[in-house]
């Protein structure tokens, strides 16, 4: 099976900016998460969807927003982007009754 | 609280020489733990869960719910394992990560 894919691999926006990222599952996962991977503040879980339905999130500012399609693909997006969105971000895809998740490459989004 | 520890930011040592990556957690409730490693240019990848107890290129990793420690552990390191290595609680749907540990194996 084809890994988990994640869309642009890199990103280059100014503050004041939005992005969105996206993000296609192992084929037969429903369940996805984000992260953010920073050198400072290292990994840290956004907010994970399943069946279209947002079931937990981190503990970042509404700012940081997803969803998921019918298709299982999800999408996430920053708004008013501050210079500390700088990050790795990373989808992870999950199959049904395990715990254990498969990462993406990452989107590498740098905000100046 | 839900929390990884990973006390070393760096682990350097000769190649042949025995490994121990330390991971502490807390969690109230029964946990599932991993390791995951991260090479070089390349994705977050899954090494270990602890349910699996299996050996994977030659790591292994005992949950101690005694001690709430997942270390990892391999006999003889080899130049290949320098990589970066996380420990992960899985919990709620997601996964808890520790700051992670740079494992640097010197030739």
Redesign the interface.
């Known amino acids: 099976k084809a890994?988990v894919t994640q869309t642009p691999r890199y990103l280059i926006k100014t503050r004041g900016q939005q992005v969105t990222l996206s993000c296609s599952p192992i084929s037969g996962h429903r369940?996805v998460?984000w992260?953010q991977q920073t050198p400072g503040q290292?990994?840290?879980?956004l907010f994970?969807y399943?069946s279209e339905t947002q079931?937990?999130k981190?503990n970042f500012p509404g700012r940081f927003s997803g969803r998921q399609f019918s298709n299982s693909r999800s999408e996430m997006n920053v708004s008013t982007l501050e210079l500390g969105d700088s990050a790795l971000y990373?989808c992870?895809s999950?199959p049904q009754g395990g715990?254990?998740?498969?990462?993406?490459?990452?989107t590498r989004l740098t905000v100046l | 609280a839900q929390r990884v520890t990973q006390p070393e930011k760096l682990l350097s040592v000769f190649k042949g020489a025995p490994v121990e990556l330390k991971c502490n957690y807390s969690y109230s409730g029964s946990p599932?733990l991993?390791w995951?490693v991260q090479y070089s240019r390349q994705?977050?990848?899954?090494l270990l869960?602890h349910i699996s107890r299996e050996s994977i290129k030659g790591f292994t990793a005992d949950l101690n719910k005694g001690e709430t420690s997942f270390h990892l552990k391999k006999p003889f390191a080899q130049e290949e394992d320098s990589a970066m290595y996380?420990c992960a609680l899985?919990a709620?749907?997601?996964?808890?990560?520790?700051?992670?540990t740079l494992l640097a194996v010197q030739p």
Request: glycine share 18%; net charge positive.
């Open positions: 890994g369940s998460s992260y290292g990994l840290q879980f994970e399943f079931r937990n981190g990373l992870a999950r715990n254990e998740q498969f990462f993406g490459p990452g | 599932e991993f995951y994705r977050l990848q899954l869960r996380y899985g709620t749907n997601k996964l808890i990560f520790g700051t992670g």
